[in-house]
């Protein structure tokens, strides 16, 4: 592709960083992108979520941001987690091209010029794929085993080794922002939206204090959102199953009257009645499971809660036309 965007001062990029607790790394951080910034001869925000850290992030931040007009810091009222964190980000950004990274130096931001390229050629969406993992064997086998299932699954296609790390354009940045379910999972929203993607390999590093904010219980709900809200496979499973039980039935009820009627023998003993009792009770119990979280989504949704809430933030674009501080009425989004 030749180049479509050109790139110049009056070219705005904005940088999104989720932070929890991320305290040790964040002036270093800070510089190493803003070096990277300053040498494309653009204009920027940096915009810093604070979600919710319990360490001083949030000072170190807002002494950032002092300095730097170019930096933005929504600090949460709460720990609301990773993806509303960057959702909190994604609303606040004005970018022409909106680059979302992890706060922890796992998203090597040297792939940010290689984002921009791929903007400028016409891309709308540039993502990161992730190769070389340096997480250990477990997590790395883990997170190919989920890729694999939900790319065999899922109703929409997302790439393998796709994280958060990438550049989307304004226009989709304003698509993926307006939509409204809670349980988010931004790559599988990325790659449903469409327009012109490309992903790039890059080598992920290793986290730089090897203490992960999220969590495995929070890679589990994570996958578990991303599974459910871009797969009826869970359901359409059940259909299967169902129907698998039901020739079961057939075959067992025939079995038996065949017994009872023509050959007179009584009938089979209690292991074959156990066995089959508890294969219908399993059954019944998971579909009631899959079922319920399908249930809890819908509940969810229907309660539209907010995703996130803000209670300050430094050098917020919305009010530099207005007055230095957060109104009361941006407590809610
Ligand atoms: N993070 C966040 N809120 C959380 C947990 C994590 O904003 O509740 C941030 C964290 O500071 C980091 C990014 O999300 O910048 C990814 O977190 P982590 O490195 O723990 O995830 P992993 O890379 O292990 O998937
Ligand atoms: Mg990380």
């Known amino acids: 592709m030749s180049t479509i965007r050109e790139i110049s001062r009056d070219t705005r990029i904005s940088v999104v960083l989720p932070a929890f607790n991320e305290s040790a790394i964040l002036s270093d951080l800070y510089r190493i992108v803003i070096d990277i910034l300053e040498k494309l001869n653009v204009t920027y925000e940096m915009i810093f979520i604070n979600d919710g850290s319990t360490d001083n992030s949030g000072e170190i931040l807002d002494e950032i941001a002092k300095k730097d007009p170019n ?52 891309y709308d969406i540039v993502y990161a794929v992730r190769v070389n993992r340096k997480e ?42 307006s939509f409204h379910e809670h349980d988010r999972y931004y790559p599988g ?6 327009f012109k993607q490309k992903g790039i390999e890059i080598d992920r590093g290793a986290r730089y204090d090897d203490a992960t904010r999220v969590g495995l219980i929070g890679l589990f709900k994570l996958a578990k959102a991303a599974i459910i809200s871009f797969s009826s496979f869970p359901l359409t499973i059940f259909l299967f ?11 067992l009820s025939i079995l038996t009257l065949y017994h009872k009627f023509f050959l007179g023998i009584a009938s089979p003993g209690w292991a074959s009645f156990l066995i089959t009792v508890s294969f ?4 019944n119990a998971l579909g009631i499971g899959i079922l319920g979280e399908y249930v809890i989504r819908i509940y969810s949704e229907v309660r539209q809660r907010p995703l996130f809430l803000v209670e300050r933030c430094s050098n917020d674009p919305k009010e530099r036309t207005k007055s230095k501080t957060c109104p009361e009425n941006n407590m809610t989004k």
């Open 71 to 122: 930096v933005i810091v929504i600090h949460l009222s709460r720990n609301f987690g990773h993806q509303p964190a960057l959702q909190a980000g994604l609303e606040y950004a004005t970018g022409n091209a909106v680059i979302v990274m992890d706060a922890d130096m796992q998203d090597n931001p040297e792939t940010i010029p290689q984002f921009l390229k791929e903007w400028q050629k016409g």
């Open 136 to 177: 250990n064997i477990l997590k790395r086998f883990f997170f190919n085993a989920f890729y694999r299932l939900l790319k065999f699954i899922s109703d929409t296609k997302i790439p393998l080794n796709a994280g958060n790390f990438g550049l989307i354009d304004r226009k989709v940045c304003k698509q993926i922002i």
């Open 189 to 194: 929203l990325r790659s449903w939206v469409g």
């Open 241 to 251: 199953f169902g129907i698998i039980a039901l020739i079961m039935f057939l075959g």
């Open 280 to 283: 219908f009770g399993a059954i």
